[in-house]
């Protein structure tokens, strides 16, 4: 009967039992490495890293969140801010429009008031038109004034002489010749008829080349040009033709006192508006 041989742990070992076999220091460490109990534990750090820096992106977006919330609750008071601000730009755009169409219409009466009377004279006004450049007033109203002011406007009593020529001319043929004058007493009377012109005074009725004139030159004779080139337009063509020449003065004299009459009015009406403005 074989004895049994009983191996103690840490004993060397009985004979004919084969060693174990030695373990070196870098293996053992390996294996305690790839046994060791927090070895696990690298994967869940990193979920934990991760989940840190989601709950920060979180509280981020919250936060902005809010402050978007309190943006959008203040909207309506910037706009509101902004629309009192444009409304106040434009109302000063107006006053500034406003004060740059009427400058001074106190200025402006006064200077209109001497180109009035220069146009009744018939004298020339180049420092009241350079008064009116100078307080910007508009260019199509100053328009027709510059072409009488350096040279002076027709004076209606110039157009009534320079238009009996014409008058003469229109009417020829309309009067029936008168016969000559027979004996002493006829040949006086002739010659008194030529020192002594009576005019008809009532205004001429009809449509006749020779009535249409004649109330021209009445037109002209009571100072108004503006109803002188009136009565000229109406008369017919045949009559128009043969003052075409005549009329440009007159033509000029009645634009500029329609202008400086126009012009007058807007600066009595911006001193009006001025004293009523607050």
Do not use: C, Y
Not at 143 to 166: H, I, Q
Not at 202 to 230: F, I, M, N, S, T
Not at 257 to 276: D, F, G, P, R
């Amino acid at each position: 009967m074989t004895a049994s041989t009983l191996v103690v742990p840490g004993s060397a070992a009985a004979p004919g039992v084969p060693s174990p076999a030695p373990t070196s220091p870098q293996t053992a460490s390996t294996a305690a490495t790839a046994i060791a109990p927090g070895s696990a534990t690298a994967p869940a750090a990193q979920s934990a890293a991760s989940i840190a820096a989601l709950a920060a992106v979180t509280a981020s977006l919250s936060k902005l969140q809010g402050k978007v919330a309190t943006l959008d609750q203040s909207m309506p008071k910037v706009d509101a801010a902004l629309a009192a601000h444009e409304s106040a730009i434009k109302a000063n755009q107006a006053q500034i429009v406003k004060a740059m169409a009427t400058p001074n219409g106190a200025a402006i009466a006064v200077v209109s008031q001497s180109i009035i009377a220069a146009l009744q004279q018939g004298r020339a006004f180049p420092t009241e038109l350079k008064a009116l450049q100078s307080l910007h007033v508009d260019p199509a109203l100053l328009a027709p004034l510059a072409k009488v002011a350096d040279k002076g406007p027709s004076s209606t009593a110039d157009l009534a002489r320079s238009f009996a020529p014409e008058l003469a001319a229109i009417t020829k043929g309309e009067t029936p010749a008168t016969p000559a004058p027979k004996g002493v007493m006829g040949w006086i009377g002739a010659k008194a008829a030529t020192l002594v012109q009576v005019r008809d005074t009532r205004l001429p009725q009809g449509d006749e080349p020779g009535a249409a004139a004649a109330r021209v030159e009445a037109a002209l004779r009571r100072g108004d040009a503006a109803g002188a080139l009136k009565d000229w337009n109406a008369m017919p063509e045949s009559a128009k033709k043969l003052s075409a020449a005549w009329v440009a003065p007159l033509q000029e004299r009645a634009d500029a006192e329609a202008a400086v009459q126009k012009l007058n009015e807007e600066a009595l009406a911006a001193m009006t508006s001025q004293t009523a403005d607050p």
